[in-house]
Structures are given as C-alpha cells and as structure tokens.
C-alpha cells in the first residue's frame, strides 16, 4: 500500500472515509479482497499477499480500518518478519498492547507505517519515527512510504481533493466511492523541483510521484475506497488494476454493523 488519504470525523454524514492506492509488483500473488478467517480465528475483509502472507489493508466487520505502508529507504534489507501481519495484529490485539509490543520489536520489521482508524479516532505508528505510537483526532490526514502528512506532491494532491469531496459529499455512499476512485486514478507526475529525494534514482522518483501509477511490472494494483456512515453502514469497494493501469476486477461488499 503506498498512498492513503483518511477522513476522521470531517463529514456528518460519513465520519470515517478511506481511499488507498495499493502499489505493488505485478507478479507479486495476490488474493483479492474478500472475507476471510485468521489463524486467530478473526472475521476479516481484506486482499491477501500470498507470497509473504498477511494483507495491505483490513477491515472488521466493525467497520475498524487497518493498514501498513512500507517506508521507502532506497535500500533492501532483509526482515525477520512481514510487515503484512501488523493490520491483522492492529484489528485483534488492543492499542496499548500493540504498541508496547512494536516498541520492543520494531526492528524485526523493515521499514512500515500503520494506522489503525474508526469513526471516532485514529492511531498511528512507525518504527522509522522517534516517538512511535500517538493518537490521530478529527482531521483530514495522508500517508505514502514516508512519515504520516510527509507533504509529498502526490500525498498533498489527493488529501486536499479527498477533503472537498468528502465534506461536499450529498449523495449515496456509492457517489463518494465513485467520486474518490476517480480521484485515486489521477496520473499528475510531480514537477521535478518538488520530488522527494528518497534514496532511488531520478526516473524512478519521476515514475513513483502520481498518486495512481502506471507501469508494465510495478504499478498500482488496487484502489480501495472505505466508508462508515453516521448510522453505521460500512462500505467497502475496491477496483483491481493489471500492468499499464487495466481495469481487472471489481468487489463490493456493505452492511450494517
């Protein structure tokens, strides 16, 4: 997952609202989003890495949003455990365990940020910021492969869009999650004098600063849009994407908590 953009408590009727653009390598096996079973024996919603295991992004059936990004660093270095367990972790395990538990063994990890989100408050942490674990309160927020609000020009871009459309939102919660899957397809590079200098080259930096990334081996694979209304009613869709920015795949799923 490598760009979000998150609503907390900035709309009436939708108090929680999620867009993410999952960038990953194509060949990279995948399992759609779909409700499944964790070893822990935990209902969840989620698409499934099925080389490393765990997921991107989860939801419960709560309507509690979870999800990690990698920090990008420019560097491999090898993990002793895959990022893709901490959204399952976030939804079973409570905060203060949770964080305790990072605190003491971020470093089997390589690089991540994970916020764990309801419609009421956030929670945030990375083992790349110096003091990890802190509450989100109501506000409009972005995350991408850097620290929470990092303003890269992608990050900027679709935070600052998915805002107006969120707290402009009159429709059905099916018009918003049309609205912000457009919005998740914008295509803008960053002009060059705004690109972050994050370790890799500057093609690369050039190819990795839209918010929606087309390519023929890496490129956005899914879009995902997450909404829990004033009553309760969540809302998920996601729409695959194959190389060069295919339409794939289509899921739907909403009930009422």
Not at 39 to 66: K, M, N, Y
Not at 67 to 93: D, Y
Not at 142 to 156: D, E, V
Request: glycine share 8%; charged share 20%.
């Amino acid at each position: 997952m490598c760009l979000i953009a998150f609503s907390l408590d900035q709309s009436g009727r939708f108090p929680l609202v999620v867009a993410a653009n999952r960038d990953e390598f194509f060949r990279r096996p995948t399992a759609p989003m779909d409700w499944w079973t964790t070893e822990s024996g935990h209902q969840v919603l989620s698409g499934r890495d099925l080389q490393s295991g765990g997921t991107w992004l989860a939801v419960s059936p709560e309507g509690r949003v979870t999800a990690v990004t990698n920090f990008r660093e420019g560097t491999h270095q090898a993990a002793q455990a895959s990022r893709g367990e901490l959204p399952l972790r976030a939804l079973r395990e409570s905060q203060s365990q949770l964080q305790e538990s990072l605190a003491n063994t971020a470093a089997r990890y390589t690089g991540f940020n994970l916020v764990s989100l309801d419609d009421t408050a956030g929670w945030y942490f990375s083992n790349r910021e110096a003091n990890s674990g802190r509450t989100i309160h109501r506000g409009m927020y972005g995350l991408s492969n850097h620290l929470l609000q990092t303003p890269w020009p992608k990050l900027i871009r679709l935070r600052e869009s998915v805002d107006r459309t969120v707290k402009s939102a009159r429709g059905s919660a099916g018009d918003l999650h049309r609205d912000l899957v457009q919005l998740l397809q914008d295509t803008t590079p960053a002009p060059d004098q705004m690109l972050p200098d994050t370790g890799v080259d500057l093609d690369t930096e050039r190819f990795l600063s839209s918010p929606f990334i087309i390519g023929a081996e890496y490129g956005t694979r899914a879009t995902t849009v997450i909404s829990v209304s004033h009553a309760g009613e969540v809302h998920v869709t996601e729409q695959s994407w194959a190389p060069e920015g295919r339409p794939e795949g289509y899921r739907e799923f909403h009930w009422q908590r």
